[in-house]
């Protein structure tokens, strides 16, 4: 087959093309490291991806080219109508579906170089063990990836309702990764792989992906998440060990070794290690947690609890998944604003793994307009709360149970939290008097200065915004 | 053009510019960050369309075609979240010049 222009001057005019991708693709990546470049950052990588995309089309001895603008138009044309409807509240889901069809396609390349050697078909490139290798690993954690993904946002989406456990699921899962990898090895091994092993092999990795996906709780997908964008950058990186494609292993490994950072920073954020999210459902043995509870629930009325706020000086918000589940960002803020007239100063304390993804309760807060500089981290916010007066609490739970740092034999014992139990006044907006995801229950909500407002989170807040306005 | 102990060094030196790019980062940069890298390996696009360029039966073609589709998915939709999650973010001070 012929190429769109000779061969020699494309393969230059590409290598040069890719080198400049993963020169833009670094540099973007660097500016989203700062919120005041990070807008800049995604448009010079989307330059980079952009010219990259252009300039593969003149790779020597491509053929299928209609075949391959209509997959585009309908691979980004669909992503991009989704893309601009989602909404900020979906945003975790919509992010686990995208990388997964990354993961699927790193997957697809691996199966069209197996199929090719399996096939032995004239002019097919022949790999060694090594390149094989790297096909293999990269299908299998792409094909991981891609079902995982899926069934990460299927939970997320509330299309999948319940956690799936069974006794002995780690063992077949165990069993199934081995078969997986041993299968993988002899398609390694044999050279000319049969039809039968390529399909087993990506078969059984989809079933590994679904496996080992259901059984992960909701509070633990911001650690799923970004595991499966390292998992896909990872396979991206093989895939371009063995298509010899510089910009694919640069971008795959940087992502891939971003991710793992980011997953492991979220599963310290839990205090957990990533084995413990992965292969331990949370919760099982918690139930002894609910001793040593003294106290009772007092609840306020939503009147009461906003001339607190009116007349506080200062008031520390903690939103959570609560929050998000009511939409009620935007309200949050305008009870927060009408308080910032008043003179009290508001802060917002986010915990690291508050939510449904990694910095989930950021996004919401920056949709309903918050500016960034009043939103704080945990680190920065800790030592603050000696001198609030009210912490409000909107639909967060296990992130500001004060038994992480007291009780040892709490399963969530150790975990960094958000000391609002230090605040003057607790205020919590809570949906019912139901424990949190983990079945824990919370001394913060039995302490002397809590107060429990029941309500929708929208639903409070606007009735929190009718108080302050009345308090004058 | 990638060979041997020159793809190793690849991979190390990609791997420590991944890591030293984000490490520090704080919480509230995490999305964009996440959502960036995500969009990033979007570049499997371009593997893709290699893979279903080079196809020649109609099952490598139809695996190239679900290929090119996954990964346009994956780059374009990347992008498209990210950037509408940024021009999100906005500190006070941007917020005066704004409204002023």
């Known amino acids: ?472 | 053009m990638i060979d041997g102990f020159l793809a190793l060094y690849l991979f190390m030196l990609a791997a420590f510019t991944g890591h030293e790019i984000i490490s520090r980062v704080p919480v509230i940069l995490h999305t964009p960050l996440m959502s960036g890298s995500n969009f990033v390996h979007g570049i499997v696009l371009v593997g893709a369309m290699v893979a279903l360029g080079r196809a020649d039966t109609p099952l490598e073609q139809v695996i190239g075609f679900i290929g090119v589709v996954l990964g346009a998915g994956n780059a374009v939709g990347g992008y498209v979240v990210t950037e509408r999650m940024l021009q999100m973010f906005k500190s006070s001070g941007q917020k005066k010049k704004e409204s002023a």
């Open chain 1, 1 to 472: 087959m012929q190429g769109l222009v000779p061969a020699s001057v494309a393969t230059v005019a590409i290598d040069f093309s890719y080198l400049l991708v993963a020169f833009l693709f670094i540099m973007g990546l660097k500016a989203m490291s700062s919120p005041v470049t990070a807008r800049r950052g995604i448009v010079v990588a989307g330059v980079g991806m952009l010219i990259g995309t252009l300039m593969s089309f003149l790779y020597p001895g491509m053929g299928n080219f209609p075949l391959m603008l209509v997959a585009i138009a309908v691979g980004g044309g669909l992503a991009w109508w989704s893309g601009r409807i989602v909404a900020m509240t979906d945003m975790p889901q919509m992010i686990a579906l995208y990388n997964g069809m990354g993961g699927g396609a790193a997957a697809a390349i691996a199966a069209v170089e197996l199929l090719r050697m399996a096939s032995g078909a004239e002019g097919a490139a022949q790999h060694g063990p090594v390149v094989t290798a790297l096909a293999a690993a990269g299908a299998f954690i792409g094909a991981v990836s891609f079902s995982g993904s899926l069934i990460a946002f299927g939970k997320l989406q509330g299309l999948i309702k319940r956690s799936f456990r069974f006794k002995g699921q780690q063992f077949v899962n165990l069993l199934i990764t081995a078969a997986t990898i041993g299968l993988g090895a002899w398609i390694v091994a044999s050279g000319h792989p049969t039809m039968q092993m390529v399909v087993g092999f990506f078969a059984l990795a989809l079933v590994l992906g679904v496996t080992m996906t259901l059984p992960i709780g909701g509070a633990d997908m911001p650690v799923v998440i970004s595991l499966y964008n390292a998992f896909t950058g990872l396979a991206v990186a093989f895939e371009g060990f063995v298509l010899e494609n510089a910009a694919m292993i640069i971008a795959g490994i940087v992502v891939g070794s971003a991710g793992t950072l980011l997953t492991q920073l979220m599963a310290k954020a839990m205090n957990r290690s990533l084995a413990n999210v992965l292969f331990s459902g949370f919760g099982e043995g918690a139930a002894v947690a609910a001793e040593g509870v003294t106290g009772a629930l007092k609840p306020i009325e939503p009147s009461d609890a906003g001339v607190m706020m009116a007349f506080a000086q200062k008031v520390i918000v903690i939103p959570g998944y609560g929050m998000a589940v009511a939409q009620a960002q935007h309200k949050v803020w305008e009870l927060c604003q009408l308080l910032i007239d008043k003179g009290v100063m508001v802060r917002f304390a986010i915990h690291p793994v508050a939510g449904r993804m990694p910095g989930h309760m950021n996004v919401l807060l920056a949709e309903a307009g918050v500016p960034y500089d009043l939103i704080s981290d945990l680190d920065e916010i800790n030592a603050e709360f000696d001198t609030a007066d009210v912490a409000l609490v909107i639909g967060a739970n296990d992130v500001v149970n004060p038994v992480a740092r007291t009780d040892k034999s709490s399963p969530i014992y150790g975990m960094p939290i958000l000391n609002a139990d230090k605040a003057k006044n607790v205020l919590v907006i809570k949906r019912g008097q139901g424990a949190g995801f983990s079945g824990i229950e919370n001394h913060l909500f039995y302490l002397d200065n809590t107060r429990m407002v029941y309500g929708d989170a929208q639903k409070v807040a606007a009735e929190l915004i009718q108080a302050v306005k009345a308090a004058g």
